[in-house]
């Protein structure tokens, strides 16, 4: 317990908690159990890509591919759905992840077998995979009355009193609570991340981890992108532009460290709600639209500069003291 | 490769180069440069410009702008256009500023420069082509707003950027009409930055801070289709009214579901065809672009040059129930 109450996260909690309070009283019934459900819905994509981030970097990768990935697959099961209303949500569904974890692979590849640097391969692709959006679209937009009404409200759906999308969002974070802690290719990931080299001599290869870190993050990453566009029933090229960087901030918030073998799922998780509550506090806080860029990255570094690394955290495989 | 090889090699891509220059020389080449590619807007305004371009003959439309809606962006495009020698630029401007030094260096090179839809400062462009008049566009939509409330009520504006230079001109003429309409009281500004996803957070933050809001005027495409997509899952259809400026296509949903009563937008196939008919009058020194000119527009008129060398191309056209149905599969 006293462990915990040292931790990152407890610090990130508490000062997610402080957020949530200090706007309620610049605008009371923000910390309504109502509305914070409704914050959390609105985080939920947020949150699962910033898992599939927090994978890539605990492997010390980075991936700027993501939000690509999302408006091109949002893009396709849109237009799919609007050229053929008959195909069933679920399908459509599984076509994203599918085609998601397609573009993951992609970067897994270059940087598995290729061996680029994952940040020019994310940023490569994260221009292709954009493009790809005009060749496919010739920049139309695919608009909501298009869309088929089953495609629109299966997010919407409320399943005891919370939205599908909210619990999409939680049994991910489940999943990754378990792929993390309790498979070996989640020890795997902390492994690679904390030391490459002893990482091969214990027969873990770093490449294909690697490769199994962008793949699921591209998986989620279409998903994503079928609940981004249903969510907000319009598809079009622009659709996310600049995510990855909110991603990547959720992530570093949340304590995962960029130098890769360092974080926990509940650190991206708390990242990723401390800039969703930010996002959405600042519209019914009464705070100056000129001001509102400036308050979240001040928010960002502040968060960071707390979130210090002071003690190692989850080492698997040491590194020599140089 | 052998030195002649290499020196075959570089003379037949001179040739080619040479080829397509050559080619070009016989076709009045107008640029057609849109905030950001990829909206539904400039598409059809490109195709405007393609029709003006048939009926003139001899005229190659180069439809281009940045990826995303920044003045860098288009820089870059200005600059790459230049290389390419067009005979005009006809520009709609992320930043009336920081755009006029690359256009300034394209009217130094003989290139004709013209701004449409969104302004250049005067020193950067030979004239503005404006979709209808500012006056006309700030009384259009607050009468849209006006016209559903008869007995008055809280309208709030939810723009694009807080920088966008035709947001904020609307938006102010919008404000100087409101004394027409005692009842109608404005209650916040907010900025959705034209992202689907901040103006969604934006129009749910409005439902949240004023719960008695009547309605939204957002004079943005995105943003009134993202607004009145969170007006429809808030369950106020009805009680919020979402009006402004936005493409019958990407607003056919929100007259459906009730989300939104009416809406207005010039036509943009219009705007386009007007701008292409301006631009290659201009490059073909057919007209000048002096304070009083009148310059022939094709089947829109002509356009009358102010002090400023701004035009006014035609007021706002309102759909709503109607008329939906007819123009949803236009534009």
Known sequence: MTQFIKSREA???????????????????????????????????????????????????????????????????????????????????????????????????????????????????????????????????????????????????????????????????????????????????????????????????????????????????????????????????????????????????????????????????????????????????????????????????????????????????????? | MSITRRIAIATGLTAALMGTTAMAQDNVRIALVAKSLGNGFFEAAARGAEEAAEELGNTEIIYTGPTSTTAEGQIEVINSLIAQRVDAIAISANDPDAVVPALQKAMQRGITVISWDSGVAPEGREMHLAPSSDELIGATIIKLAADQLPEGGKVAVLSATSTSTNQNTWIEEMKSNMDQYPDIELVATVYGDDLADKSYRETQ?????????????????????????????????????????????????????????????????DLGYATAMLAHNLATDAATAEPGAEIGMGRMGTATLDDDNQAAMSEPFTYDASNIDEFKSVF
């Open chain 1, 11 to 322: 610090i990130l909690l508490a000062a997610l908690i402080a957020l949530i309070l200090l706007v309620e009283t610049r605008f009371s019934g923000f910390a309504a159990p109502g509305n914070l459900a409704r914050v959390f819905n609105d985080t939920s994509i947020l949150i699962i890509l910033a898992l599939g981030q927090t994978l890539v970097i605990l492997t010390r990768c980075i991936d700027l591919s993501q939000a690509s990935n999302l408006a091109l697959t949002g893009m396709v099961t849109a237009m799919l759905n609007a050229a053929m209303p008959g195909i069933p949500v679920i399908a459509l569904i599984s076509i994203a992840v599918l085609l998601g974890i397609l573009m993951g692979a992609f970067n897994g590849i270059l940087v598995w077998k290729l061996d680029i640097p994952p940040i020019v391969v994310t940023l490569g692709t994260l221009t292709i995979y954009r493009g790809i959006i005009f060749l496919v679209s010739g920049g139309e937009w695919v608009n909501s009355h298009e869309m088929s009404a089953s495609y629109k409200a299966f997010p919407r759906a409320e399943f005891l009193s919370l939205p599908v999308m909210a619990w999409i969002c939680i049994a991910t974070i489940a999943a990754f609570a378990i792929l993390v802690t309790r498979t070996p290719l989640g020890r795997a990931f902390y492994a690679v991340g904390g030391n490459p080299g002893a990482s091969v001599y214990t027969g873990i290869d770093v490449g294909r981890t690697r490769f199994m870190a962008f793949t699921i993050a591209g998986g989620l990453a279409g998903l994503c992108g079928y609940l981004w566009v249903a969510r907000y029933a319009v598809a079009y090229t622009d659709v996310a532009g600049g995510f990855e960087l909110d991603i990547v901030a959720a992530c570093v918030i949340g304590g995962i460290s960029i130098a890769g073998g360092l974080g926990t799922v509940t650190g991206a998780v708390l990242g990723a709600l401390f800039l969703g509550t930010i996002k959405n506090a600042l519209p019914v806080a009464g705070v100056s639209p000129f001001w509102q860029m400036a308050i979240s990255g001040a928010a960002i570094i502040i968060a960071v500069a707390f979130n210090r690394r002071r003690e190692p955290g989850r080492v698997i495989l040491k590194e020599v003291a140089q």
């Open chain 2, 205 to 269: 933050g409005l439902l949240q801070s004023y719960p008695d809001l009547d309605a939204i005027i957002a004079p943005t495409s995105v943003g009134i289709v993202a607004a009145a997509q969170a007006v429809q899952d808030a369950g106020k259809v009805g009680e919020v009214n979402v009006t402004g400026l936005g493409l019958p296509s990407e607003m056919a949903g929100a007259i459906e579901s009730g989300a939104s009563e009416s809406f207005a937008i010039w036509n943009p196939v």
